[in-house]
């Protein structure tokens, strides 16, 4: 079963979906809360001490602080209602904004400062005035444990028992992973910063101050790309497990009527809504013995009961002697032939 449809398989937690997103803008709020009051901080301390590190760490908090005020006009903006121009809603939203942020991790947090570390290294400046330096970096450990933590919250709201690659490779909601990737990798590059700040004086080697600068730049690229990649495959369009296409397939096919499932399509227009292709080769029979209308509303019914995130279903009724198309596993078999719309179930809340 598709672990981001398996939940709603009891219906005592179909609101599960509202109290996840409600989990994620609490994640990316107090990311952009933190984020800013270290940003501000951070500059304060790089601009006592000249570290590199540090300066770094400024522009990476200032970039999070960014990043997060755009995750939060994404997910606002993916949930306007449907329009005259945009029929299936504005879910992709989320995705594109969600694949910016990543870009500008890259660019401007990463880029910064593997740059800003080597023009220090070329410089040789020793960083100054290690008490404002350790006061800043441990009061940044304490905002963004707090941040981490929302975001982990958010995280294993979404987990329901995966791993944490298989997670962030199945979810459907971009913001679950970004925050939390965010706020690790800028832990991770608080470490960079105390060691190369550390080992600069402790050493009388002022190019380590530096090369925690590279260091930090080369961890937010590698999360940067890693956020890219999955954001580019939401935006692009990504279809359901399998499991749940066998599960569709057996709900479609239990019906008298139905020969059998010619074509199954989907594709996820937002974390919580799908669109469904259905194509259906009926049973050549008298009229009196089935009711076509009524057996279309009852399929219908049946795959939004079990999955209610599926709000869009089309369908298309085939001759029970055409010749059944090949299937490609996973994704069912290619492209649909005219459907015949059904209407979309309102909107979760």
């Known amino acids: 079963m598709d672990p981001e449809l398996a939940h709603e398989r009891r219906p005592a937690r179909r609101l599960r979906p509202v109290a996840m997103a409600q989990e994620s803008k609490t994640a990316v709020v107090a990311a952009i809360v933190g984020n800013l009051a270290i940003a501000v901080a951070k500059f304060i301390a ?24 755009l995750m939060l006009y994404g997910m606002k903006r993916s949930r306007r209602p449907a329009d005259a121009e945009h029929p299936f809603g504005y879910g992709h939203e989320l995705y594109f904004w969600a694949l910016i942020v990543g870009v500008l991790v890259f660019a401007l947090g990463g880029g910064m400062s593997i740059v800003s570390g080597i023009v220090h290294m070329r410089a040789a400046e020793m960083p100054g005035d290690l008490g404002s330096n350790y006061a800043v970096l441990a009061l940044a450990t304490v905002f963004e444990s707090v941040s981490w933590y929302y975001g982990l919250k958010a995280f294993r709201t979404e987990q329901r028992g995966r791993g944490f690659v298989e997670t962030i490779r199945e979810t459907k909601d971009p913001t679950s992973f970004t925050v939390l990737l965010e706020d690790s990798a800028a832990l991770l590059g608080l470490v960079f910063a105390f060691g190369g700040i550390s080992l600069a004086v402790w ?38 497990e399998k499991q749940t296409l066998d599960e569709i397939r057996r709900i479609a096919g239990a019906e008298p009527q139905v020969e059998r499932v010619c074509r199954l399509l989907t594709m996820y227009l937002g974390p919580d809504e799908i669109m469904l292709v259905l194509e259906l080769a ?15 509303e009852r399929i219908t019914q ?48």
């Not at 001490?49 to 908090?61: D, N, P, Q, W």
């Not at 002022?206 to 990649?229: E, F, K, N, R």
């Not at 009926?282 to 009524?294: E, K, L, N």
């Not at 209610?308 to 996973?330: M, N, S, Y």
């Open 46 to 69: 790089a601009a006592f001490s000249g570290s590199a590190a540090m300066l770094s760490e400024a522009i990476h908090s200032l970039v999070d602080t960014g990043n997060g005020g």
């Open 203 to 240: 050493l009388d080697a002022a190019w380590i101050d530096g090369a925690a600068s590279v260091a930090i730049g080369v961890l937010l690229c590698a999360v940067a790309l890693l956020m890219v990649y999955e954001s580019k495959g939401l935006l692009v369009g990504e279809g359901v």
């Open 282 to 296: 009926f049973r050549r029979t008298s009229p009196d013995d089935f009711d076509t209308r009524a057996t279309i």
């Open 302 to 349: 049946a795959i939004r009961a079990r999955f209610p995130r599926i709000r869009h279903v089309f369908l298309d009724i085939t001759p029970d002697d055409a010749p059944e198309p090949p299937r490609t596993p996973g994704r069912g078999p290619g492209r649909p032939s005219p459907v015949t719309a059904m209407p979309p179930a309102g909107r979760q809340r």
